[in-house]
């Protein structure tokens, strides 16, 4: 089953690296660096299976308000949410965790090949 997976990311070299990896890992990918641009594209004509997010992004929004209108919208709250961060204060983790995120990954301590195959694992249970 090929998944769409929305990469949100202001840096753009680390966004190319991350959907190389999930396109080779059977996911059809879409990037944006701004919240405004990761909406639109929800509210495009593809449904998407995934999102893969960055806490700090270009704009004045940041990945804490994006989960939250995801997380309010009838239609988009099912869709899982992938926190992929290089800092993790107490209270930024606990915002997305009750906003209800499925993981918190701090980039520097986790390798992208473990990210994704933690993401398949779950969205694609055996």
């Given at each position: 089953m090929s998944h769409t997976a929305l990469v949100i990311e202001d840096d753009l070299s680390l966004a190319k690296a991350i959907n190389k990896k999930l396109q080779l890992n059977g996911f059809e990918t879409l990037t944006a660096?701004?919240?405004?641009?990761?909406?639109?594209?929800?509210e495009g004509a593809h449904p998407i299976?995934?999102?893969w997010l960055d806490h700090y992004l270009i704009g004045d929004k940041d990945g804490i308000a994006f989960a939250a209108t995801i997380k309010a919208h009838d239609g988009w709250q099912h869709i899982p949410i992938y926190v992929v961060s290089n800092t993790a204060s107490n209270d930024k983790v606990m915002s997305y965790n009750k906003l209800g995120i499925n993981h918190f990954?701090?980039?520097?301590?986790?390798?992208?090949?473990?990210?994704?195959a933690d993401i398949k694992a779950q969205i694609n249970p055996e």
């Open positions: 660096r701004s919240v405004d641009d990761a909406l639109k594209l929800m299976g995934v999102i990954y701090v980039k520097a301590d986790h390798r992208l090949d473990e990210i994704i």
